[in-house]
C-alpha cells in the first residue's frame, strides 16, 4: 500500500483517505466488491454519492441503453455517429475483457490509467467518509460520470449492466434511453418470467425520457409502451430494419446499427436541437426547407460537394470493440472471438460462422 495522502471535497470540507490506492490496488478492490451491497438500494447510494461528488449525473446529458445483448455495439455504433455530428462523446460499457479501463472511454478512446486510479481513489474515499458500502458496479460507475463531466462530454452514453429500475446508472435522468431486445438467457426461462424482465428495464424510463426500442415481439413492445405512457415518457417507433453495413454484419449487428442511429437522432433533433447548430454535413438532424428554387450556385456547389448518406456512413463503418464478434485471420488458425452469454447471444454468434463461411469456406 502506498501511504501517501490526497484529500476529496466533500461540500465545503475535505475527506482524508487512510490510504491512497495504486493502479494494481485499484483493480483487487475492484475484482473483490462486485457482490456488496443490496441491489434495491444501489441508487440511493449512488443519489449520496454523486451529491457529495458534485451531482455530476444531474449535470450530464445522457443515454441509457438497457437488453439483454447488443448493448455495447449499439452504444459503439451511436458513439461514431454523434463523434461524426462533432459532439464530445463519453461511452461507459459493461463488461470489460481484458482491463476496466476499457469501460470509460472518450470518444471511443480508453480512460489512461492515471485518470483512472485518481477517480477510483476519489470515489471509494468519498463512500468511505459518507459510510457507504458501495460495490464495483457504483463505484465504476460514478467515476465514469466524473471523467465525462472533467472532459466536457457532450453526452455520455452509458451502458446499463443488468436490469434497469436497480442500476447505478439509473442515478441519471437520461434524456434517451433503449432497450435493445429482452430475451431469454437460458431455455428454461418462461415468458413471463422475460416479461417481467422487460418490465424492469423500463424503469430507466422517466417522465419526459424519449425510448426507442430494437425488440422484436409484440407482446414485449406493448409492455414498453403501455409503461411508457404511465411513467410520463414520449414513445418512439421501433426499429423495423436493419442498418446497411457490410457483408457479414448487416446480418448480425444490423440491428444494433440501426437502433444507434435511432437513439443520435432522437438525442440530436430533441435535445440538442434548441441549443446547438448542425451544418449541412450532418447525417441526423433535421434541415430546414429552402424557399423556391435552388440557385445555379447551389445546385453547381452541390454537384461539387456531394453530402455523405447515412447508407454511406454505414458502409464505411465496422465494430472496433475487442472481442465483439472479432475475426483473426491474419493468420492461421483463424480465431473468432465474441463474448456472447446468452441463448440469444450464441444464437447470432453461430450465424455468424455460417455467414463467413459461405464467404470463405472454413475448414475444420
Known amino acids: 500500500m502506498n501511504n501517501s495522502k490526497t484529500t476529496v471535497k466533500k461540500g465545503a470540507s475535505t475527506v482524508a483517505p487512510s490510504a491512497v490506492r495504486t493502479y494494481n490496488e485499484v483493480v483487487a478492490w475492484l475484482d473483490a466488491h462486485w457482490a456488496v451491497g443490496e441491489k434495491e438500494t444501489t441508487i440511493a447510494r449512488m443519489q449520496k454519492l454523486d451529491e457529495a461528488l458534485g451531482s455530476v449525473a ?30 464530445n462523446v463519453g461511452s461507459y460499457y459493461a463488461p470489460h475483457l481484458v482491463t476496466y479501463n476499457e469501460r470509460i472511454a472518450l470518444n471511443d478512446t480508453s480512460i489512461p490509467n492515471k485518470a483512472f486510479t485518481d477517480l477510483a481513489n476519489m470515489v471509494i474515499s468519498m463512500a468511505e467518509s459518507l459510510g457507504l458500502e458501495v460495490n464495483s458496479s457504483e463505484v465504476l ?60 428495464m423500463m424503469g430507466i424510463v422517466k417522465k419526459g425520457t424519449w425510448i426507442v426500442s430494437g ?15 404511465e411513467q410520463g415518457g414520449q414513445w418512439a417507433m421501433p426499429i423495423r430494419k436493419l442498418a446497411a453495413l457490410v457483408y457479414p454484419f448487416e446480418q448480425l449487428h444490423g440491428r444494433c446499427a440501426a437502433l444507434a442511429e435511432r437513439i443520435a437522432q432522437l438525442f440530436i433533433n430533441h435535445v440538442l436541437a434548441k ?18 428554387r435552388p440557385t445555379l450556385e447551389a445546385k453547381r456547389h452541390a454537384e461539387l460537394n456531394p453530402k455523405k448518406t447515412i447508407e ?48 470463405r469456406p472454413l475448414k475444420g
Open 275 to 292: 441549443e446547438t447548430s448542425f451544418g449541412d454535413d450532418s447525417l441526423l438532424a433535421k434541415q430546414k426547407g429552402q424557399r423556391g
Open 215 to 229: 425488440d422484436q415481439s409484440k407482446a414485449h413492445l406493448h409492455v414498453m409502451e403501455t409503461m411508457t405512457a
Open 58 to 87: 444531474k449535470k450530464l446529458k445522457t443515454i441509457l441503453v438497457a437488453g439483454t445483448n447488443g448493448k455495447s455495439l449499439t452504444i459503439h455504433f451511436a458513439t461514431q455517429l454523434l463523434q461524426h455530428e462533432g459532439l
Open 141 to 200: 460507475a460514478m467515476m465514469a460520470l466524473l471523467y465525462f463531466h472533467e472532459q466536457k462530454a457532450d453526452v455520455a452514453i452509458l451502458e446499463v449492466r443488468e436490469g434497469g429500475l436497480y442500476d447505478a446508472v439509473n442515478v441519471c435522468d437520461a434524456q434517451v434511453v433503449t432497450i435493445t431486445r429482452a430475451t431469454a438467457s437460458n431455455t428454461e426461462m418462461s415468458d413471463e418470467a422475460v416479461i417481467d424482465l422487460a418490465k424492469e
Open 312 to 359: 454511406q456512413f454505414w458502409k464505411e463503418v465496422v465494430s472496433t470493440l475487442p472481442g465483439r464478434f472479432q475475426l483473426l485471420n491474419k493468420e492461421k488458425p483463424t480465431l473468432l472471438l465474441d463474448n456472447a452469454n446468452n441463448i440469444d447471444a450464441f444464437n447470432n454468434l453461430l450465424l455468424g460462422i455460417r455467414l463467413l463461411h459461405y464467404q
